[in-house]
């Protein structure tokens, strides 16, 4: 685990609450839980606070094959047998890397674990503490955070969260799509080719919106998504060619694609067009 470098994040709206909570259970020592769909900058807050308190970061991505295996760590077979079972033959996992070392272990999309797994984080977070057979128990650092990610429900893939890992995770910390302003400044921050005008801006935000709220649509557009789009427009203007609605209609079109859970690509890139050229035909 190594220190990131600097974090740039639009801390505005709910992304100012949201950290000032992250600070407040830290000091406290409580668990915070970021919650909310993909893409909306769970990870990335939790990334900003490991730098501006200046410590170690390590993720770890759950889903229903993660075992407390991974998590904690294993024995070295070849080191084993030169030297039995001892603290130099065991390789540690990044929760006990993180205790150690009195870093942020970001436990990304928590719910899409099993209850097994899920239930390996117990020990650590009521004991601060993890008992290792044959090393005995391992202690963490007072600087040790673990801060856990976790989208919604509905998802596919996702599980419920245990009954005593929820009790563990005191604070709730719930993060949306991004109001219109905090949007367009984050889309802006991130296209680095060329500066995009309000009304460029305005018209992406526009379609993302767009595309984002219709009823007809199995797509949960992400923030990442929107600026895609906004990067392919801005080294568009870059080359000193003029953003036409068409050329925001076909960038809107592929960079949204991915989004879409349903397999009829073909009907969904139609779709995304047709909502885009209605959308921007209101600015022309």
Not at 22 to 49: C, H, M, N, W
Not at 224 to 248: D, F, T, Y
């Amino acid at each position: 685990m190594e220190e990131r470098p600097e974090v740039r994040m639009v801390l505005e709206g709910q992304y100012e609450e949201a950290y000032e909570l992250l600070e407040d259970a830290v000091s406290v020592g409580l668990t915070p839980i970021l919650i909310g769909p993909p893409g909306v900058g769970k990870s990335l807050l939790a990334r900003k606070f490991a730098v501006d308190t200046r410590r170690t970061f390590c993720e770890v991505f759950f889903d229903e094959l993660m075992r407390p295996g991974y998590l904690v760590g294993s024995f070295d077979p070849a080191f084993v047998l030169q030297k039995g079972y001892c603290r130099e033959a065991f390789e540690y996992g990044p929760l006990l890397r993180a205790m150690l070392e009195g870093g942020i272990l970001l436990a990304q999309e928590i719910n899409r674990a099993s209850e097994f797994c899920q239930n390996s984080l117990l020990e650590p977070l009521e004991e601060r503490s993890y008992y290792v057979p044959r090393i005995g128990r391992v202690h963490a650092h007072e600087e040790f955070i673990l801060i856990a990610t976790a989208n919604p429900a509905e998802l596919a893939g996702t599980h419920r969260i245990s009954e005593a890992l929820r009790d563990r995770l005191r604070v709730w910390i719930p993060l949306s799509y991004p109001d219109m302003k905090t949007e367009m400044k984050i889309i802006q921050q991130n296209c680095e080719q060329a500066f995009l005008d309000e009304r460029i801006l305005q018209k992406i935000y526009a379609v993302i919106r767009a595309v984002r709220t219709d009823a007809d649509l199995e797509m949960s557009l992400s923030v990442r998504a929107g600026i895609s789009m906004a990067q392919l427009v801005s080294r568009h203007v870059a080359q000193g060619k003029e953003p036409s609605s068409e050329v925001l209609i076909k960038y809107a079109s592929h960079a949204f694609l991915g989004s879409s859970s349903a397999l009829e690509w073909t009907d969904n890139s139609r779709a995304i067009e047709e909502i885009a050229r209605k959308v921007l035909a209101n600015f022309d």
